[in-house]
């Protein structure tokens, strides 16, 4: 089993005042534009934070909760002094997906308006796309839901950072859970791209090396934007698996209808979930009862009730809170990052971030921790999302990946599996 992590507290009650955010509450953005001039790379002053994040595409389902944690941190930034004497700017900004040409001309925009740190993109396909582009620029790129292990050694110029881990502990948890649920012949149906593809990879790889197969020995993967798949689901049904994983984004509803309809539907062949399609949106488009006992995994810490309450005030109609606390966390280490470094510029700070998050004395809010930095002390900011502890690589080394469980409602349940786990610098 993953050897357990070293425990931490989560953050305390955060205290935010009603924002309306537009990805998701409908209403206008209050993000204030910068002022022309200044530069990604110089640093101007002011830090700019643009947001990358899924409005549009098939992972629209997954931004609410993205956006909403941005913005709750910009708040709590600027409630508390911002950040080297100056409020924080943010601009916000669609990722799309893969299928769309969205993200570069947001980037474009981004970069243009002189964003110091872009948080984004959600989708790992998606970053491919931009990363060279706003690394050469000299900005920060940081992700809060990337997970495709190629990220570790991308060649980012020091400026790539995420703070979900990679899907090498995703994978090895998920693939742990199904084996511990007595399952030896998994059947693996992943959309082809980098996130399905390096996951399927890491749950494949943790079944087969205990001793257990795959049905068919290989995953299979599947174009997005197919209108059915039909052929893929026959071609697992074939294999006569004992369990199913599901690794894709919004267009998963549409698979597991094809499962159902193939005979083997949650009911039939126990199903598991990811994080790109694990939410309770998914079950809206599904027959009540579809998704009782699927279990999914989600990397992450449990989102408290306090933070659930403050996300409420930036969105009320929010369902889900996948990837928000990393998405809050992402921007409360780049403004302490740059408190440390005393510059917005984007290297400036990259080379600061790794430090915030480890060896240090311990604090757990912006507030707390700009007080320390300023009195010239040294500091570990533990958040939401967990320890962070970002290594030079600029991944998480200590994470949590939730273990969850719809209802016959088809409603994710309150009881969590919360799994701790390591990975290496």
């Given at each position: 089993?993953?050897?357990?992590?070293?425990?931490?507290?989560?953050?305390?009650?955060?205290?935010?005042?009603?924002?309306?955010?537009?990805?998701?509450?409908?209403?206008?953005?209050?993000?204030?534009?910068?002022?022309?001039?200044?530069?990604?790379?110089?640093?101007?002053?002011?830090?700019?934070?643009?947001?990358?994040?899924?409005?549009?595409?098939?992972?629209?389902?997954?931004?609410?909760?993205?956006?909403?944690?941005?913005?709750?941190?910009?708040?709590?930034?600027?409630?508390?002094?911002?950040?080297?004497?100056?409020?924080?700017?943010?601009?916000?900004?669609?990722?799309?997906?893969?299928?769309?040409?969205?993200?570069?001309?947001?980037?474009?925009?981004?970069?243009?308006?002189?964003?110091?740190?872009?948080?984004?993109?959600?989708?790992?396909?998606?970053?491919?796309?931009?990363?060279?582009?706003?690394?050469?620029?000299?900005?920060?790129?940081?992700?809060?839901?990337?997970?495709?292990?190629?990220?570790?050694?991308?060649?980012?110029?020091?400026?790539?950072?995420?703070?979900a881990p990679s899907d090498v502990l995703q994978g090895r948890i998920l693939g742990e859970t199904i084996l511990a649920d007595g399952h030896q012949n998994v059947g693996i149906l992943a959309l082809q791209d980098p996130y399905g593809e390096g996951l399927a990879?890491?749950?494949?790889?943790?079944?087969?090396?205990?001793?257990?197969?795959?049905?068919?020995?290989?995953?299979?993967?599947?174009?997005?934007?197919?209108?059915?798949?039909?052929?893929?689901?026959?071609?697992?049904?074939?294999?006569?698996?004992?369990?199913?994983?599901?690794?894709?984004?919004?267009?998963?509803?549409?698979?597991?209808?094809?499962?159902?309809?193939?005979?083997?539907?949650?009911?039939?062949?126990?199903?598991?979930?990811?994080?790109?399609?694990?939410?309770?949106?998914?079950?809206?488009?599904?027959?009540?009862?579809?998704?009782?006992?699927?279990?999914?995994?989600?990397?992450?810490?449990?989102?408290?009730?306090?933070?659930?309450?403050?996300?409420?005030?930036?969105?009320?109609?929010?369902?889900?809170?996948?990837?928000?606390?990393?998405?809050?966390?992402?921007?409360?280490?780049?403004?302490?990052?740059?408190?440390?470094?005393?510059?917005?510029?984007?290297?400036?700070?990259?080379?600061?971030?790794?430090?915030?998050?480890?060896?240090?004395?311990?604090?757990?809010?912006?507030?707390?921790?700009?007080?320390?930095?300023?009195?010239?002390?040294?500091?570990?900011?533990?958040?939401?999302?967990?320890?962070?502890?970002?290594?030079?690589?600029?991944?998480?080394?200590?994470?949590?990946?939730?273990?969850?469980?719809?209802?016959?409602?088809?409603?994710?349940?309150?009881?969590?599996?919360?799994?701790?786990?390591?990975?290496?610098?």
């Open positions: 089993m993953v050897s357990p992590a070293r425990s931490w507290r989560l953050l305390a009650a955060i205290s935010a005042s009603s924002l309306v955010l537009a990805a998701c509450g409908g209403g206008d953005s209050d993000s204030t534009e910068p002022e022309e001039g200044g530069s990604a790379a110089q640093g101007d002053g002011t830090l700019v934070i643009g947001s990358l994040l899924p409005q549009t595409g098939n992972l629209a389902f997954l931004g609410p909760p993205e956006f909403a944690g941005v913005e709750l941190a910009i708040k709590e930034i600027n409630d508390a002094g911002g950040v080297l004497g100056k409020p924080v700017t943010y601009i916000e900004g669609d990722s799309g997906d893969t299928q769309q040409d969205v993200a570069n001309p947001t980037v474009d925009r981004l970069l243009a308006a002189n964003a110091d740190v872009i948080v984004g993109a959600a989708s790992s396909g998606v970053s491919f796309t931009v990363i060279d582009k706003i690394t050469s620029a000299g900005a920060v790129m940081y992700s809060p839901a990337n997970t495709s292990p190629k990220f570790t050694d991308y060649d980012d110029n020091g400026l790539y950072f995420r703070t990879d890491n749950v494949g790889s943790t079944i087969t090396d205990a001793g257990a197969s795959l049905a068919p020995e290989q995953p299979v993967f599947y174009d997005p934007a197919a209108s059915n798949f039909d052929a893929q689901v026959n071609q697992v049904k074939a294999a006569n698996p004992d369990a199913i994983v599901l690794i894709g984004f919004e267009e998963s509803a549409k698979v597991i209808q094809s499962l159902v309809a193939a005979g083997i539907g949650p009911q039939q062949v126990p199903l598991y979930l990811v994080d790109g399609n694990l939410g309770n949106a998914l079950g809206e488009d599904l027959p009540p009862g579809t998704l009782k006992g699927t279990k999914g995994s989600l990397p992450g810490a449990e989102a408290t009730t306090e933070f659930r309450k403050r996300l409420a005030t930036v969105d009320p109609a929010l369902k889900d809170f996948s990837y928000a606390a990393e998405s809050y966390d992402a921007v409360i280490t780049s403004a302490l990052a740059a408190i440390a470094a005393e510059s917005d510029a984007g290297e400036a700070l990259a080379a600061e971030l790794p430090g915030v998050t480890r060896d240090g004395e311990k604090c757990t809010s912006f507030e707390q921790c700009k007080t320390l930095l300023e009195d010239g002390t040294d500091i570990d900011y533990d958040g939401i999302s967990g320890p962070i502890e970002l290594s030079d690589k600029g991944d998480p080394t200590s994470a949590i990946v939730g273990i969850y469980t719809y209802g016959p409602d088809n409603k994710l349940l309150a009881e969590v599996d919360y799994q701790p786990g390591e990975l290496e610098e």
